[in-house]
Structures are given as C-alpha cells and as structure tokens.
C-alpha cells in the first residue's frame, strides 16, 4: 500500500507564501544592515565643489619650524671661527680638542612646545614656531650676542615627518625628512611612487594650520603638475593620492552575500511551496 500525498491547498499555500514573504523581507534587512563595501577604502573624501585651498597661498618654499619638532642647537662665537678652523684641517690639537668639547656640550636637542617656543640654556623662552631655518638662526644669534662674542648658532630639525598614503592598500607609510627643504615629489619618490591603483590627478596635501586644517589638491597625471610638485612639504603634512575605485571586484563581493541570500531563498521557497500538509 503506498502513500499518497495531496497538493497543499490554496489557504495553506497562500500562508505559506506570507511566511516567506518575512523570510525575505528579514533576509534583505539583514543585507542592508551588512552595508555596501564598494569606496569604503576611500579617505579624506571631498564632495562636488568643495573649497581647496588655493596652491598660490601656501606661502614660503622653505621648511617652517613647527610644534614638536625636535631641534639640534649647535652654538659657537666668534662667528664660528673655530668650527671652520676645524672643517679646515687645522693641526692645533689643543684647538681641536675645544672643539670638540663645545660641539658635545651644544650639540643638544630641544623640543618645540605646542605653544611654539623653545625653551633654551641662558636666554630661556624663545619663540621659533613660523620661522625658516635661517630666520630660526639668525634670531639666536642675537639673542645669545649679549653672552658670546659674535655667536654663531646652526640649527637643524630632526624629527621632520610626513605621512604619505600612495593609493594602494596596505601601503601606506611614515617618511622622515632628512633634508630641510623637502619637496612633496622627493616624498613620491622616498614612498617609491604611487600605487597601480592610483588616481594621479586627485592627489590631496592636507596640512595643519593655525585656522585649523587646508586642504590642497593638484593634478600631477600631467607634467603642468610638475611646478605643483615642487613645493615643500612640512613636519605632519598628510600626503593622500586617491585610489581609483575597482568597481568589478568591489561589485562583486558586494554582490555575494546577495548571493548566498538568493541562493538560500530559493531553497527556502522551493521548500515550502512543494512540502505537503
């Protein structure tokens, strides 16, 4: 004797079909809960028509000290007489030996406050924040003119660093400046170029001013970019070459859960519809 089953009838079908309606319905809450993935990797977005800064405005081509930066102050008098004596080759052992010592007792490092001063031996509180290098120099050199007979000061800034983010994943990266006036194409260069996926016509300077943060973009796919390139970046500039979006890789893992939700509703459905009383 063998079994025989029915077809559901229309009441049972239509309420099954109503129960499947909120399996589908939680499904694709679940998916929009889980969100499109596709420029999520994208930083520092700026919409249409955002205000850049203007690349005429950004003032001088020399390296500007800055808060936190980390001096080495170097002080001799009598113009530096026996610093060049020294570089010269001089045979007065006595003299080198002077020398010697001097270098080691200045040849200190001293942090610039977030306030922008310097705090130094005998002339104390000095403010440097804004100031080239040479500016910086020429400033100490007067102020230590009442303890030393014609000072000479040489000041270096060593901890100078920018972050570079070159358009690739996983790329990016903290750069120390060695020279003082860096350009951002030496940056490019030191980071080993831009990544496969960059945009070179969207490449953004962001950078920390007293009325809070400027953004700067150039276009650098084209060699007019090349005088744009030049210019010196500064101690925490943010250097961000903007990815091209991979639409088809993006789209489609995006589009798998989709996938694998479909696939489940499917299943779900023909289950449902066809399974007897």
Same mark, same amino acid.
């Given at each position: @004797?063998?079994?025989?089953?029915?077809? +559901?009838? &229309?009441?049972?079908?239509?309420?099954?079909?109503?129960?499947? &309606?909120?399996? =589908?319905?939680?499904?694709? %809450?679940?998916?929009?809960?889980?969100?499109?993935?596709? !420029?999520?990797?994208?930083?520092?977005?700026?919409?249409?028509? *955002?205000?850049?800064?203007?690349?005429?405005?950004?003032?001088?081509?020399?390296?500007?000290?800055? +808060?936190?930066?980390?001096?080495?102050?170097?002080?001799?008098?009598?113009?530096?007489?026996?610093? #060049?004596?020294?570089?010269?080759?001089?045979?007065?052992?006595?003299?080198?030996? #002077?020398?010697? @010592?001097? #270098?080691? &007792?200045?040849?200190?490092?001293? $942090? =610039?406050?977030?306030?922008?001063?310097?705090? $130094?031996?005998?002339?104390?509180?000095?403010? $440097?924040?804004?100031?080239?290098?040479?500016?910086?120099?020429?400033?100490?050199?007067?102020?230590?003119?009442?303890?030393?007979?014609? /000072? *000479?000061?040489?000041?270096?800034?060593?901890?100078?660093?920018?972050? @570079?983010? /070159?358009?690739?994943?996983?790329?990016?990266?903290?750069?120390?400046?060695?020279?003082?006036?860096?350009?951002?194409?030496?940056? @490019?260069?030191?980071?080993?170029?831009?990544?496969?996926?960059?945009?070179?016509?969207?490449?953004? $300077?962001?950078?920390?001013?007293?009325?809070?943060?400027? =953004?700067? &973009?150039?276009?650098?796919?084209?060699?007019?970019?090349?005088?744009? %390139?030049?210019?010196? =970046?500064?101690? !925490?500039?943010?250097?961000?070459?903007?990815?091209?979006?991979?639409?088809?890789?993006?789209?489609?893992?995006?589009?798998? /859960?989709?996938?694998?939700?479909?696939?489940?509703?499917?299943?779900? *459905?023909?289950?449902?519809?066809?399974?007897?009383?």
């Amino acid at each position: @004797m063998y079994a025989s089953f029915s077809r +559901p009838s &229309q009441s049972v079908r239509a309420g099954r079909l109503l129960g499947t &309606q909120h399996i =589908v319905m939680f499904l694709m %809450a679940g998916l929009l809960l889980s969100g499109c993935t596709i !420029n999520r990797d994208i930083m520092f977005k700026t919409g249409d028509g *955002y205000d850049f800064a203007s690349l005429d405005d950004i003032g001088s081509s020399e390296y500007r000290i800055a +808060p936190n930066d980390l001096i080495t102050f170097q002080l001799f008098s009598n113009e530096g007489e026996r610093l #060049n004596q020294m570089t010269a080759g001089s045979t007065d052992m006595n003299r080198m030996q #002077n020398q010697n @010592m001097l #270098n080691r &007792q200045n040849q200190l490092s001293y $942090l =610039v406050r977030q306030d922008g001063v310097l705090e $130094l031996p005998e002339v104390g509180n000095i403010r $440097l924040e804004g100031l080239t290098i040479e500016e910086a120099e020429d400033l100490l050199e007067e102020a230590y003119s009442s303890y030393y007979n014609r /000072p *000479y000061v040489v000041v270096r800034v060593t901890n100078k660093r920018v972050l @570079m983010f /070159p358009g690739e994943s996983g790329s990016a990266m903290v750069i120390t400046l060695e020279n003082m006036n860096t350009s951002l194409l030496e940056v @490019m260069a030191l980071a080993g170029g831009i990544g496969s996926r960059a945009n070179a016509s969207k490449v953004k $300077l962001i950078r920390r001013t007293e009325e809070g943060n400027k =953004v700067y &973009q150039m276009d650098l796919s084209t060699v007019e970019g090349l005088s744009d %390139a030049q210019l010196v =970046v500064q101690a !925490n500039d943010i250097i961000y070459v903007e990815p091209l979006p991979q639409l088809a890789r993006e789209l489609t893992e995006s589009l798998s /859960p989709l996938t694998a939700l479909l696939s489940t509703f499917t299943f779900l *459905y023909a289950f449902i519809i066809n399974s007897p009383n």
